[in-house]
């Protein structure tokens, strides 16, 4: 939540929404660190905004929104909800100018694996995501590795990229293996080379 509050210090602004996913129980741990940052750079909480998961409409809850004030928006909700958000936002008009409308990593981080018509929708939108280096030995080999395997059984997808949550997923298991003091090659990378030589 730091980075977000420092794109909100550094453009002064005092004020901002907070639109989030109301059963979300990872939204509560994360409000307080994102009080405390916002608090760090001077800037409050307007309007806490909790959307039902299943909203069948959003229509009532940006209307009110779009009477006050504020308009900084900041979102953390699943991608889903989001999509159905941004497309309300922008039928109504609140993506126009003058409006400002940042995302938690919860929605940037699938970014890159969003089609064309829903990053229309979301124009504009600034988006803080998970940061992981691209250039260390480690990661170029699971990239070449999972890009090998996943090609293989997922011919008709565009994109290769491992994703963000790929990625956390092969650091849990090898910092798990690492834990339990395994220095030889997992199976899986030796299901992987030798799928890779047939």
Same mark, same amino acid.
């Given at each position: 939540?730091?980075?977000?509050?420092?794109?909100?210090?550094?453009?002064?602004?005092?004020? =901002? %929404?907070?639109?989030?996913?109301g059963?979300?129980?990872?939204?509560?741990?994360? +409000?307080?660190?994102?009080?405390?940052?916002?608090?760090?750079? @001077?800037? @409050?909480?307007? %309007?806490?905004?909790?959307?039902? &998961?299943?909203?069948?409409?959003?229509?009532?809850?940006l209307?009110? +929104? !779009?009477?006050?004030?504020?308009?900084?928006?900041?979102?953390?909700?699943? +991608?889903?909800?989001?999509?159905?958000?941004?497309?309300?936002?922008? !039928?109504?008009g +609140?993506?126009?100018?003058?409006?400002?409308?940042?995302?938690? #990593? #919860?929605?940037?981080?699938?970014?890159?694996?969003? %089609?064309?018509?829903?990053? #229309?929708?979301?124009? @504009? =939108?600034?988006? =803080? !995501?998970?940061?992981? &280096?691209?250039?260390?030995?480690?990661?170029?080999?699971? %990239?070449? /590795?999972?890009? #090998? /395997?996943? /090609?293989?059984?997922? &011919?008709?997808?565009?994109?290769?990229?491992?994703?963000?949550?790929?990625?956390?997923?092969?650091d849990?298991?090898?910092?798990?293996?690492?834990?339990?003091g395994?220095?030889?090659?997992?199976?899986?990378?030796?299901?992987?080379?030798?799928?890779?030589?047939?």
């Amino acid at each position: 939540m730091s980075a977000v509050a420092a794109i909100v210090g550094t453009w002064r602004w005092r004020m =901002v %929404n907070f639109i989030y996913e109301g059963i979300d129980s990872a939204t509560f741990s994360v +409000l307080p660190h994102l009080i405390d940052a916002l608090l760090q750079v @001077g800037t @409050g909480i307007e %309007n806490l905004v909790p959307l039902p &998961p299943l909203a069948s409409s959003l229509y009532d809850y940006l209307e009110k +929104l !779009k009477r006050q004030q504020c308009r900084v928006f900041i979102v953390h909700t699943s +991608l889903s909800l989001a999509k159905q958000l941004f497309l309300e936002a922008k !039928k109504m008009g +609140l993506m126009e100018r003058y409006t400002v409308w940042i995302t938690t #990593s #919860s929605i940037s981080d699938h970014f890159d694996f969003l %089609n064309t018509f829903v990053i #229309s929708t979301m124009e @504009g =939108v600034l988006g =803080v !995501k998970t940061y992981y &280096p691209k250039t260390g030995n480690q990661f170029q080999d699971f %990239n070449l /590795r999972f890009r #090998s /395997r996943f /090609r293989l059984e997922h &011919p008709e997808e565009v994109s290769l990229v491992p994703g963000i949550f790929a990625l956390q997923a092969y650091d849990a298991t090898r910092a798990a293996l690492l834990a339990l003091g395994g220095k030889k090659r997992p199976k899986y990378h030796r299901r992987l080379e030798s799928d890779e030589r047939k």
